[in-house]
């Protein structure tokens, strides 16, 4: 197997895992979201009810269009939440609406991984496409070092998504504490659990598959190098 067939081949792995993860997650959400919480809460009273306690009163609560779109963003300091889940009594609504809400606090208490990875967002942005530019310079012109430091700009993102991990793991992490303090029956939590460690795999998945990716690049440019 030459390096490219061998670099098409960690493609095709990397689009396997994210395929898989997003069916997982998919999956995950569509069973606990059709299982309604015996709380009585929607996504948007957790969401008020934990910003609340957690002295974030000036956090706004917003619904936004498309499934599973949820996000909080630190620049205005609002919690994003998908309509269904904004709406929603189910196990799945107050697990997403609590993660977002875990996101939050991690900006009010200065989460150290939160707050790099927010830091260098700018950097990493323009590493990714400056990395592509060069790297398609040193294929133009044939120079191996050139191209391999476009491959190490592109792998920026890599940087990126390793220090998203922790920022997601502790976003669950600090839901699920505070839904088992008694804001959803003991019961639920573990299907909660569930639902956000699906979610969870998707960051992983991508981590796998932008690592594969990278490691393509390297072998086209390691066999175009070979050729010459």
């Known amino acids: 197997m030459n390096y490219y067939m061998f670099g098409y081949f960690l493609l095709f792995i990397g689009v396997i895992l994210t395929m898989g993860a997003q069916m997982k997650v998919q999956s995950a959400y569509g069973k606990y979201s059709k299982i309604p919480s015996s709380s009585g809460l929607t996504g948007y009273e957790t969401a008020r009810r934990i910003l609340d306690q957690n002295g ?4 706004e609560i917003n619904a936004v269009n498309g499934k599973l779109s949820d996000h909080y963003n630190p620049k205005n300091k609002t919690v994003n939440l998908s309509r269904d889940v904004y709406n929603g009594h189910s196990i799945a609504s107050i697990a997403v609406a609590a993660h977002e809400c875990g996101h939050a606090i991690q900006h009010k208490v200065g989460y150290r991984s939160l707050v790099y990875r927010n830091a260098l967002v700018p950097l990493f942005n323009v590493s990714q496409w400056a990395g592509y530019i060069v790297l398609f310079i040193g294929f133009a012109m044939g120079e191996l070092n050139i191209a391999l430091l476009g491959i190490g700009l592109i792998s920026a993102i890599l940087l990126f998504q390793l220090l998203t991990l922790p920022v997601e793991f502790n976003a669950s992490s600090r839901a699920l504490e505070i839904l088992d303090t008694g804001m ?32 393509r690049l390297l072998l086209m440019v390691l066999g175009s190098s070979r050729r010459d």
Not at 184 to 212: D, F, K, N, R, W
């Open 56 to 59: 974030l009163q000036d956090v």
């Open 184 to 215: 959803i029956p003991t019961s639920e939590v573990g299907g909660a659990s569930q639902m956000l460690s699906a979610a969870a795999m998707t960051y992983v998945a991508a981590v796998a598959a932008s690592l594969l990716s990278i490691l």
